[in-house]
């Protein structure tokens, strides 16, 4: 089992810049990729951002986010991070933590970010 953990969530102003990290424990030894998902109000998840967890660590992005965002990790610290640059109110979402590898997928409950103004 591995659990995840979100943390970093908040309000902005449209422009503004936040982290988000997850905190990872556990068995990861079957972990290939972590990635960020997010839910808009009224909306379907929709994948932001993922990241492979082995020897490489190659990203990949939503088009909506590329250039904004960033993932990166920390595998000595099992962490993941999104930094989240230009935030725009359309950002605004539950972002949540995933873990998957060969038939098995791990979810964190989610933190809220909301840009407004």
């Known amino acids: 089992q591995v659990q995840l953990v979100e943390s970093g969530g908040g309000l902005v102003q449209p422009g503004g810049s936040l982290r988000l990290s997850c905190a990872a424990s556990?068995?990861?030894?079957?972990?290939?990729?972590m990635g960020w998902y997010r839910r808009p109000p009224g909306k379907q998840r929709e994948l932001v951002a993922f990241?492979?967890?082995?020897?490489?660590?190659?990203?990949n992005y939503a088009d909506s986010v590329k250039g904004r965002f960033t993932i990166s990790r920390d595998n000595a610290k099992n962490m993941v991070y999104l930094q989240m640059d230009s935030l725009k109110p359309e950002d605004t979402a539950v972002y949540y933590c995933?873990?998957?590898?060969?038939?098995?997928?791990?979810w964190g409950k989610g933190t809220l970010v909301t840009v407004s103004s």
């Open positions: 556990g068995n990861m030894f079957r972990i290939t990729h």
């Open positions: 995933n873990a998957w590898g060969v038939n098995i997928n791990y």
């Open positions: 990241i492979t967890i082995t020897s490489g660590g190659s990203a």
